[in-house]
Structures are given as C-alpha cells and as structure tokens.
Nanobody, 122 residues
Framework: QVELVESGGGLVQTGASLRLSCAASGRTFSSYAMAWFRQAPGKEREFVAA????????YYVESVKGRFTISRDNAKSTVNLQMNSLKPEDTAVYYC???????????????WGQGTQVTVSS
C-alpha cells in the first residue's frame, strides 16, 4: 500500500508549462509502476503517461507525446510530469496512480492520489 499526494497544478495560458509532482509514502515506492491519468469535466478518466519501476520504460497517450515527460526519483519516492506547450484540451484533474505493472489501463493501478487541477486558458 502506498499513499500518493499530487501537487503543482494551476491556471496557465496556452503554451505555458507546468510540472506536476506526486509524493509517495512508504518504503516500497520502487516496487510500483507509476502513471498519470486525467479527467476533464463530463469525460471519462484518460491515461496520460506511465513509467516502469526502474524508470527505464515510459508510455504516453498520443496527444501528449513530445510535450509531456514522465520521470521518477525512487530515492525521493516521487514521480513527476513535466508538461510543456499546454493546450486548453489539457485542462483536467490530474491523478497520480501506482500499480504492479506498467500499463495504460486504469484498472491495473491500485493506489490513487486525490488529484490536482490543471486549467489552461486560451
């Protein structure tokens, strides 16, 4: 079991950057694959990015490739999402998630944070 707390959301203009962070409690962080999902108003939760336990493998949804970068620091028990060239369609609540394997499917992830709001104005 790991507890996750996201931070770094906010209101920015189109083209700006934000860096989301997710801090995990517990001493087993490195045993979890990590991911970011997002949910816009009236829409289903959507996979954004995932990273393997050792950070060697990453996956992204097509719409953020080249703009977002997921990274992790196992020594600090943190996972980050660097978001560049933000667009209004990136507006959503962003959730950090931990699971046993790296996947784009939300059902794989067993621990979730409370979310952080990202709003991109046009």
């Amino acid at each position: 079991q790991v507890e996750l707390v996201e931070s770094g959301g906010g209101l920015v203009q189109t083209g700006a950057s934000l860096r989301l962070s997710c801090a995990a409690s517990g001493r087993t962080f490195s045993s979890y694959a990590m991911a970011w999902f997002r949910q816009a108003p009236g829409k289903e939760r959507e996979f954004v990015a995932a990273i393997s336990r050792n950070g060697a493998t990453t996956y992204y949804v097509e719409s953020v490739k080249g703009r977002f970068t997921i990274s992790r620091d196992n020594a600090k028990s943190t996972v980050n999402l660097q978001m560049n060239s933000l667009k209004p369609e990136d507006t959503a609540v962003y959730y950090c998630a931990a699971g046993p394997v790296t996947a784009a499917t939300s059902g794989v992830y067993v621990n979730w944070g409370q979310g952080t709001q990202v709003t991109v104005s046009s």
